[in-house]
């Protein structure tokens, strides 16, 4: 991202800020309509007793006096209308694959106050579970579509800034959590402190760098936890490659322009791999005297015996190479832990590549 767009990106958020009150007040009115529109469609539900009636109406006027509580209005007004509900969206906290079944029902429901509280708590569950491409069409409905049925739009907004992110839809994401923080000013300060961050976080990733690769490798890590080794996989774990072999051969290019001169340089390399001739000439005869190698003179060779090697395997082999190490020692924390963890699976026997290793 530009110096420039950064400039834009910081001064659009603080103007969002210097305009909070307004905004503030305008979020206090949506809510209300919202709760009133819920209890206005209570009052006209034929099937429900009207003491059940009265009670998720108390329960909603009850909730809705209290900014922490508010969210959960509806929702508790919902489950005290429909038993089944509350049953429903208790495995949302469970195994995923009861929760779609139980909450399936209720998304697609003609009562779109239950359709969108319902569709909410699924695609957090899904968020949670890091699947995000389920989660993030559940998202935008109740974002938009639903968003005068629910309590959760704000959040919703919220979550779709984080799926898209994790989608690699960078731009998509600064965009949805630019808007959760302009249009939600009284949302949870949790999620406005989190929005801000992953927007200066995302500010910061520039194609080919190691924040880049950061981000493609935490894709590629949660596709192959799923048992996801498809093409899309594939194509962003090469990408990973070609990052890292790039950041490479400008570590390489640094430290060679450190030397005095091209001729210099090359001196001190051919000096270096006299001494370790020397060396390997010496480890040669102790292996030949002791005769309990299985390979010529002691020389361990690696053979690729399915055909070439594939780019994750030279990647591998980097792992050797004096410029790679410099790469890696360099690495922020967080990046050095996630190449640690990616080169593990890519070690394990998934496929970087079409063809297997």
């Known amino acids: 991202m530009s110096s420039l767009r950064k400039i834009l990106l910081g001064s659009a958020l603080f103007a969002a800020l210097l305009c909070a009150p307004a905004w503030l007040q305008a979020d206090d009115n949506d809510r209300s309509k919202v709760i009133d529109g819920f209890v206005a469609h209570v009052d006209q539900m034929t099937a429900t007793d009207q003491a059940t009636k009265d009670q998720a109406k108390a329960a909603v006027e009850k909730l809705r006096q209290d900014a922490e509580t508010q969210a959960d209005a509806i929702s508790e007004g919902l489950m005290l209308i429909h038993p089944d509900y509350r049953q429903a ?25 239950a359709s969108a509280d319902a569709s909410f708590y699924l695609a957090r569950a899904l968020v ?57 000013q009284d949302a949870p300060e949790r999620l406005r402190v989190s929005a801000w961050r992953q927007i200066q ?74 001494k370790s001739g020397k060396k390997d000439s010496e480890s040669q005869g102790k292996s030949q005297a002791g005769g309990k190698s299985n390979n010529p003179n002691g020389v361990a060779e690696r053979v690729y015996s399915d055909g070439p090697a594939s780019p994750w395997s030279k990647l591998r082999d980097r792992s050797r190479d004096p410029a790679y190490s410099a790469i890696k020692d360099q690495l922020p924390a967080k990046y050095r832990e996630i190449v640690e963890r990616y080169t593990e699976k890519a070690q394990s026997g998934q496929p970087s590549s079409g063809g297997s290793e």
């Open 89 to 113: 969206l208790a495995t949302a906290d469970g195994d995923i694959g009861q929760a779609l079944i139980a909450l399936r029902p209720w998304i697609e429901s003609n009562d779109r106050y």
């Open 128 to 184: 949670n579970a890091e699947r995000f491409e389920d989660a993030l069409p559940l998202l935008e409905t109740v974002a938009s579509q639903l968003a005068d049925f629910t309590l959760h739009s704000a959040a919703a907004t919220y979550f779709v800034g984080v799926a898209n992110a994790k989608l690699l839809q960078n731009q998509k994401a600064v965009d949805a959590l630019s808007a959760f923080l302009q249009q939600y």
């Open 201 to 274: 976080e995302l500010a910061t990733i520039e194609e080919g760098q190691l924040a880049d690769a950061h981000q493609r490798m935490d894709f590629s890590r949660r596709k192959l936890d799923q048992e996801d080794s498809g093409d899309t996989t594939q194509e962003q774990q090469n990408k990973v490659v070609g990052i890292l072999a790039k950041l490479i051969r400008e570590q390489e290019k640094k430290e060679c322009s450190s030397c005095n001169s091209k001729k210099n340089c090359e001196g001190q390399n051919q000096s270096q791999a006299k």
